[in-house]
């Protein structure tokens, strides 16, 4: 039987990232999912709900989802799955682009298993698949629980946005493509945790989001 997802929204980096850690409630064993800093709060958010982490994992490669991610496997003892191979050059550069930033001290990443269109990602009894959404970053990947009818979308889509595609490998028509293509055809109810801002339902930004119109 299916696992009932839980989740809790831990907000990180200066960029008030929102890294979450989710779980299945009936075992208590979970994921986190973009550690990009604020190690010590992540890991309070953890001994406070007491899950049991069995993963790591990464929507894709960006500074303040990502930069965390190496020092908290080493912590934890656990892997890290995703993003997309695509990503690759943005883990590789994760010092420099924390230098860049202010952030401080980061570490480059590679993740022990890259994801791609159509795997599966399970954290104890609950599963989610794969969509590669290119746009915002080359290797950005949403996890999708059909059976809970919930998403984790990193920077795709957000509630009345879309992510910034400014940035190295940034595609906005790609990005679009993919939300319209891959995205809001999983259906209306589901309902999704962006990478910044609050949660909504697809059903919400299919009918009002300003980028998503036409």
């Known amino acids: 039987m299916p696992g009932t997802p839980r989740a809790g929204i831990i907000p990180v980096t200066p960029f008030q990232q929102n890294c979450t ?15 990009g800093g604020d190690l010590d709060r992540i890991e309070a958010a953890i001994r406070e709900q007491g899950v049991r982490v069995e993963k790591i994992l990464l929507t894709h490669g960006h500074v303040d989802h990502a930069a965390g991610a190496d020092e908290l496997r080493e912590r934890l003892g656990v892997p890290i799955e995703g993003p997309h191979l695509a990503d690759k050059f943005l883990l590789d550069s994760l010092p420099a682009t924390a230098a860049n930033y202010g952030l401080g001290e980061a570490r480059s990443v590679t993740p022990d298993r890259w994801l791609d269109d159509g ?11 794969i969509l590669h959404c290119p746009g915002h970053s080359p290797g950005s990947v949403v996890f999708v629980s059909r059976d809970a009818r919930f998403a ?27 939300i319209k293509e891959k995205v809001l055809p999983l259906g209306d109810d589901i309902s999704f945790i962006p990478g910044h801002g609050p949660t909504g339902t697809l059903g919400e930004e299919r009918v009002s989001n300003p980028f998503l119109q036409g």
Do not use: C, E
Request: glycine share 16%.
């Open 152 to 178: 984790l979308v990193g920077d795709v889509v957000f509630k009345g946005s879309v992510g910034r595609t400014d940035l190295p490998g940034g595609n906005h028509d790609q990005l679009i493509r993919a």
């Open 119 to 129: 795997d599966a990602v399970t954290v104890g009894d609950l599963g989610f698949d």
């Open 21 to 35: 850690l989710i779980w299945d409630d009936a075992t208590k064993v979970g994921a986190v999912v973009d550690p």
